[in-house]
């Protein structure tokens, strides 16, 4: 069984940063990507940035340059500093760990972005 916990999210005004943290537990063996998901309400959950196994990473166009992905797989830990935000961003993010053909989701964290 594989939980993920993610915390940091909160009010921000635009332009502010936040930082996202999502920790997994249980039992996670071999190569494993951990990432981070969007939803905003009436649209469909997408990807917002993800760091593969190797630490390769893949962001969507929409925060490349203003958000990092990063991870610690001591802690298997993945974090998400965003910055300049903007309310276009505003959306609940769910941590993500994908191993093999399994994936697990986190509770999601609200982000919203407003003045």
């Known amino acids: 069984q594989v939980q993920l916990v993610a915390s940091g999210g909160g009010l921000v005004q635009p332009g502010g940063s936040l930082r996202l943290s999502c920790a997994a537990s249980?039992?996670?063996?071999?190569?494993?990507?951990m990432g981070w998901y969007c939803q905003a309400p009436g649209k469909q959950r997408e990807l917002v940035a993800r760091m593969n196994s190797d630490r390769s990473t893949n962001y969507a166009d929409s925060v490349k340059g203003r958000f990092t992905i990063s991870r610690d797989n001591a802690k298997k830990t993945v974090y998400l500093r965003m910055n300049s935000l903007k309310p276009e961003d505003t959306a609940v993010y769910y941590c993500?760990?994908?191993?093999?053909?399994?994936?697990?989701w986190g509770q999601g964290t609200q982000v919203t972005v407003s003045s």
């Open positions: 993500n760990l994908k191993v093999g053909d399994f994936g697990f």
């Open positions: 249980g039992s996670i063996f071999g190569r494993y990507a």
